[in-house]
């Protein structure tokens, strides 16, 4: 596909459950981003990855959450022992880097903890 | 933190220009002027940036001030589907650095 692509678009669970969210960045875009938004807020940073590294983690809210990038593609944020306060969206976003950097998102996972 | 500052909402008739304003005074020499928007229950979409001239595609036109500390997002007739939040933010290309989108203006396109 043309675009940024996620999965599950919409996950519920119950607290304390793990979840694994995926994002499919365009190919050949070599950063990839993951935000969260809660109700009506604004995004939050979460963390950041060029190629496979992960540059920038500053925005993980707790060690509860982790991210991780194969093969400078596809990338998986795991939420671990989930609380009701990590419903939200979570968007993922990838650019190919250069001076003409602009972000695209996908269309976001909605999960909701019980 | 977000560096720029805009206002929490603005109506604009249909069929009009949409002029939607951000501040961004602390702004530096190499920090490129990016504007986003967000429909309802979507990923943001790109619009438009630039570093000092302004620019104009086929979605808006961006004015940026003599001094860049201020900048214009021009929707030159807008339309029910404009309305979304509208996110101004300022970052330094080839950085690495994260976008920060703020709280941005919930623009209302009235009919």
């Known amino acids: 596909g043309a675009g940024v692509s996620q999965s599950p678009s919409n996950k519920v669970t119950e607290k304390g459950k793990d979840v694994e969210l995926r994002c499919d960045p365009i190919?050949?875009?070599?950063?990839l981003y993951w935000y969260r938004q809660s109700l009506g807020q604004g995004l939050e940073f979460l963390i950041y990855?060029?190629?496979?590294?992960?540059?920038?983690k500053s925005g993980l809210p707790s060690d509860r959450f982790s991210a991780e990038r194969t093969g400078g593609s596809v990338s998986t944020l795991t939420i671990q022992r989930t609380q009701q306060e990590d419903s939200a969206v979570y968007l993922c976003?990838?650019?190919?880097?250069?001076?003409?950097?602009?972000?695209?998102f996908g269309p976001g996972t909605r999960l909701l903890v019980l | 933190d977000a560096k720029t500052t805009q206002p929490t909402s603005m109506d604009c008739a249909e069929g009009r220009a949409a002029n939607l304003p951000c501040n961004h005074s602390?702004?530096?020499?190499?920090?490129?002027v990016y504007w986003y928007r967000q429909i309802h229950s979507q990923g943001p979409q790109y619009i438009i940036h630039?570093?000092?001239n302004n620019e104009t595609n086929e979605m808006a036109s961006l004015i940026i001030t003599e001094d860049r500390k201020s900048s214009t997002l021009i929707l030159p007739h807008a339309t029910l589907r404009d309305t979304a939040v509208y996110y101004c933010?300022?970052?330094?290309?080839?950085?690495?650095?994260?976008?920060?989108f703020g709280t941005g203006t919930s623009l209302t396109v009235i009919p």
């Open positions: 976003a990838s650019m190919r880097a250069g001076v003409q950097e602009t972000q695209y």
């Open positions: 190919s050949g875009h070599t950063a």
């Open positions: 990855f060029q190629g496979n590294s992960a540059p920038d």
């Open positions: 602390t702004i530096s020499g190499n920090e490129y």
């Open positions: 630039g570093l000092k």
């Open positions: 933010i300022v970052r330094v290309a080839l950085s690495g650095n994260q976008f920060y």
